[in-house]
Nanobody, 127 residues
């Protein structure tokens, strides 16, 4: 059974940076497509970034383009989300998700495309 665990969340001031990390057990990220989602209070969960199987393609929500970077470290079996120039509206619980379904290997952006989810890590950006 695959388990995902996020880390790196916390409280940061606006314009600051955080790096989230997601570790997998029972699965190898290099053969998966992986994404980061977030959910703010009272809002739907939304995709933030995704990386394809193999890591050759990435996709981002428009509001985070040029500020966030998703990457994979195959040697550590982790996927990271580097978040720069953070804004208060980036505050949310951030979730890592992964799929090994070949139908969704190309930067999946919808929740139904992912089978495995982490428990989430809180990111709070103060103004």
């Amino acid at each position: 059974q695959v388990q995902l665990a996020e880390s790196g969340g916390g409280l940061v001031q606006a314009e600051g940076s955080l790096r989230l990390s997601c570790a997998a057990s029972g699965g190898t990220f290099s053969t998966s497509a992986t994404g980061w989602f977030r959910q703010a209070p009272g809002k739907e969960r939304e995709v933030v970034a995704a990386i394809s199987r193999g890591g050759g393609r990435t996709a981002y929500q428009d509001s985070v383009k040029a500020r966030f970077t998703i990457s994979r470290d195959n040697s550590k079996n982790t996927v990271s989300l580097q978040m720069n120039s953070l804004k208060p509206e980036d505050s949310a619980v951030y979730y890592c998700a992964a799929t090994w379904d070949s139908r969704y290997y190309d930067t999946p952006r919808f929740e139904y495309e992912y089978k495995y989810w982490g428990q989430g890590t809180q990111v709070t950006v103060s103004s």
